[in-house]
């Protein structure tokens, strides 16, 4: 009975895979979008000083980015972090620049939406806590 239900679990996890990739596109490119978005927050708690940086460009292929300067500075006088800009092929993002303080709040807390070929995904930033989570907002 337990490998017939394990059978059945596997066996539909497959199947739901050979429907096309565009979903899982766009839940890729959320991950790495909340992946951008921790690194700036903990990279601006972590330092003194410091203007830490969340870039998106709109287009597509999105191009997103987190860039360190120093001080007051401006988002695009700073410098990409090692590994980034990424290009996130077959989507876009909506344009958006995100700075953090260091206390990990954004400097505002947009909502940001992932288009590709499949279904749309939101990705909503907490304006307190700076956590990126899944729509509703």
Known sequence: ???????????????????????????????????????????????????????????????????????SGVCSAAVSVSGYPLNLQQLSVSAATISFNRLGQPSSAPSLTLTGTGTPRTLCLDAQTGYAYDAPC
């Open 1 to 71: 009975v337990v490998v017939l239900l394990l059978l059945a679990i596997l066996g539909g996890m497959a199947a739901a895979r050979f429907g096309g990739r565009a979903d899982y596109d766009e839940m890729a490119g959320a991950d790495q979008v909340r992946a951008a978005l921790r690194l700036a927050q903990t990279l601006a708690m972590s330092r003194t000083n410091a203007l830490v940086c969340f870039q998106s460009s709109g287009a597509n292929p999105a191009t997103i980015d987190v860039r360190l300067g120093s001080g």
